[in-house]
């Protein structure tokens, strides 16, 4: 017998979840971004970087031309951006802002 639908999808935003919460949380600002970004969750080993509700960071981040599957994958309430240009710049930046402050 397989498993309810609902339940899977329940399992998966659960583990999305404790995932993203594990990140680290810093201003979008610290990438580089508008300030009306927000704060977005990253992880500097993948470089990947996480919104709750990507509409901030589309709008004033200039994300929004990164296409599902391209360099976007949304998971449940998380979306996740990575392995393109514009994710490149923003950890560029965040290493300008580190190599700044040492």
């Given at each position: 017998?397989?498993?309810?639908t609902?339940?899977?999808?329940?399992?998966?935003?659960?583990?999305?979840?404790?995932?993203?919460?594990g990140?680290?949380?810093?201003?979008a600002?610290k990438?580089?971004l508008?300030?009306?970004?927000g704060?977005?969750?990253i992880?500097?080993d993948?470089?990947?970087?996480?919104?709750?509700?990507?509409?901030?960071?589309d709008?004033?981040?200039?994300?929004?031309?990164i296409?599902?599957?391209?360099?976007?994958?949304?998971?449940g309430?998380?979306?996740?951006?990575?392995?393109?240009?514009?994710?490149?710049?923003?950890?560029e930046?965040?290493?300008?802002?580190?190599?700044e402050?040492e």
């Amino acid at each position: 017998m397989r498993e309810s639908t609902l339940n899977v999808l329940d399992e998966i935003n659960n583990l999305v979840d404790r995932q993203v919460q594990g990140m680290e949380r810093i201003a979008a600002s610290k990438l580089g971004l508008d300030d009306r970004c927000g704060r977005v969750y990253i992880d500097r080993d993948d470089r990947v970087i996480v919104v709750e509700g990507s509409r901030g960071i589309d709008y004033y981040g200039g994300f929004e031309y990164i296409k599902e599957g391209e360099g976007r994958v949304t998971v449940g309430d998380y979306t996740f951006y990575m392995e393109c240009d514009r994710v490149e710049d923003c950890f560029e930046s965040l290493e300008d802002v580190a190599e700044e402050a040492e």
